[in-house]
């Protein structure tokens, strides 16, 4: 499985930012994809997921109304639409994909994923 996450970058809060995900190795649509983040100093986080099936979504708390994570079964790609940013949104920014197939990722339990590398998203004030 190779995840290849971009878009990253320094922005001002307020504006918004793109991020994007290739996945390669497997049947794309067949995993659920999701998005975490790791901001300095603390643990890494759920942000967001997007189920293998119907593009069932699911957010933190804290992004939901200003984040949006979608998917491109045709693409083998997974975004993460960020508006609104603030500071606290600063943080290193993972892809994930699920390691089974067919089976949900969830925020309330550890991740069971496969990992891409990150890219970093830092919000100015």
Do not use: H
Request: with cysteine.
């Amino acid at each position: 499985v190779q995840l290849q996450a971009s878009g990253g970058g320094l922005v001002q809060a307020g504006d918004s930012l793109r991020l994007s995900c290739e996945a390669s190795g497997r049947t794309f649509s067949d995993y659920s994809m999701g998005w975490f983040r790791r901001a300095p100093g603390k643990e890494r986080e759920f942000v967001a997921s997007v189920s293998w099936a119907y593009g069932r979504t699911s957010y933190a708390d804290s992004v939901k109304g200003r984040f949006t994570i979608s998917r491109d079964n045709a693409k083998n790609a997974v975004y993460l639409q960020m508006s609104s940013l603030k500071p606290e949104d600063t943080a290193v920014y993972y892809c994930a994909q699920g390691r089974y197939s067919r089976r949900d990722i969830s925020g309330r339990s550890p991740p069971v994923v496969f990992w891409g590398q990150g890219t970093q998203v830092t919000v100015s004030s």
